[in-house]
């Protein structure tokens, strides 16, 4: 039998993810790929989620999400960010964001619309927008004095006449930067000038660094009522497998991406939707010691990961650690991360692979530091090889 597999899904197949956990479980590599804790959330939300199942909400919550999760969505945009939504309208809970940025993008953008996205992106984008037969138009972000960022006559050019949405993802995976005030005062102009929604991933929003601010764009001046803005429970209280996330937006949008949602997966885990609330509302002390802990082990990973001979890009914010594995010899990050487990008994990620253009990311490897600090200390110490091994290039 010839591919079932429609065309425009065909060039994805296995995600980097799958493939790179599988090669840490068949080769007993630790695990620097994937971002996901090594650690639980908070002991009195979890246990929230418990007292749910054993309450009995264990059946359909309805299509919106249960009322206490919006509620306290609600007074969690309006607490930190001044931003104003109903729970009854303009908040929609979601099976985590990886649904919300799907389910935007295949209610916003038809066939041969053009969304723009900063590259290198979070995979799922790029799936989401052939999903929709849509166009996706990459604008590359660029190391400038040690981060990461656009340039933005890149992304003027970047606007045609069948611009729909832009992407934007900040804290951004996988770079790590965080966009600045006038980088976003960019996009909301580019925005505004040619009446595009802007679709913002914003997952890290809690995990920033050294006292960066995270801004959501939908703060900004005009810039409310055409964002659809995506958040989730997963990075925030280190509960990536509850997959619960919400979109707040206005009612005409939260329609539109319902409308879609309630098709794909029509609600969300009850239980994990409770517990989360109790954790907006609780568990924020928490977080902030979760990012102050995240920030120790990003230091810890950087200076080893710099001992080892990477050239290494400190992130402003997420669970991850770009490198440039130049001066050890190497140059195509795919290969090396394929043999890095034999070569070092360490998984990561190839950031090639988020790449439109994977050649202008060939050279960069992403590594998770959300991991306990006793792994991070045995991942480096065996990353030290490859330098001490003066490895070929790859």
């Known amino acids: 039998m010839s591919d079932p597999l429609v065309a425009r899904m065909r060039e994805f197949g296995t995600t980097i993810f799958a493939e790179m956990s599988a090669l840490a479980v068949r080769t007993g590599s630790i695990n620097l790929g994937q971002g996901f804790p090594d650690t639980d959330g908070p002991a009195a939300m979890l246990e929230r989620a418990v007292t749910a199942i054993r309450d009995g909400f264990n059946q359909y919550p309805p299509g919106p999400g249960v009322p206490e999760l919006r509620q306290a969505v609600s007074e969690h945009r309006k607490d930190h960010y001044g931003l104003v939504y109903d729970p009854d309208g303009e908040v929609l809970v979601t099976v985590g964001a ?4 799907a389910a935007a993008i295949l209610a916003l ?19 989401s927008v052939a999903l929709a037969g849509a166009v996706l138009r990459p604008v590359t972000l660029r190391p400038v004095e040690g981060r990461f960022t656009f340039d933005p ?3 003027r050019a970047a ?15 996988p770079t790590g930067t965080v966009f600045t005030r006038a980088e976003l005062e960019e996009i909301a102009l580019l925005c505004q000038e040619h009446g595009l929604i802007a679709l913002t991933d914003e997952v890290y929003e809690h995990l920033t660094f050294d006292g960066v ?18 958040s989730s429970a997963g990075k925030t209280f280190s509960v990536t497998g509850w ?13 539109a991406v319902q409308t879609v949602k309630q098709f794909l997966t029509f ?3 009850a239980p994990w939707q409770l517990a989360v609330a109790y954790g907006l509302r609780h568990e924020l002390g928490w977080v902030s010691s979760l990012r102050a802990d995240l920030q120790a082990k990003r230091d810890r990973l950087t200076a080893g990961l710099s001992a080892a001979g990477f050239d290494v890009y400190r992130p402003a914010g997420t669970y991850f650690v770009q490198t440039d594995i130049r001066p050890l010899g190497f140059t195509d990050g795919l290969a090396l991360t394929r043999e890095l487990p034999s070569l070092a008994g360490v998984v990561a990620i190839p950031t090639q692979v988020f790449y439109a253009h994977p050649e202008r990311g060939s050279h960069f490897v992403r590594f998770a530091f959300c991991k306990k600090d006793e792994v991070i200390d045995e991942a480096v110490s065996r990353l030290t090889r490859l330098g001490q091994a003066g490895a070929a290039p790859a």
Do not use: Q
């Open 98 to 101: 990886t649904e919300a940025v």
């Open 109 to 127: 953008c038809g066939p041969g619309d053009e969304v723009i996205a900063f590259e290198p992106y979070y995979d799922s984008y790029a799936a």
């Open 153 to 155: 006559m890149e992304l």
């Open 159 to 173: 606007v045609g006449p069948r611009t729909r949405a832009i992407l934007v993802n900040s804290p951004h995976n």
């Open 213 to 230: 601010e995270h801004i959501p764009l939908a703060t900004l001046p005009g810039m409310r009522d055409r964002t659809v803005m995506i």
């Open 243 to 255: 997959k619960t996330g919400w979109v707040c937006a206005p009612p005409e949008l939260v329609r």
């Open 267 to 269: 609600t969300a885990a």
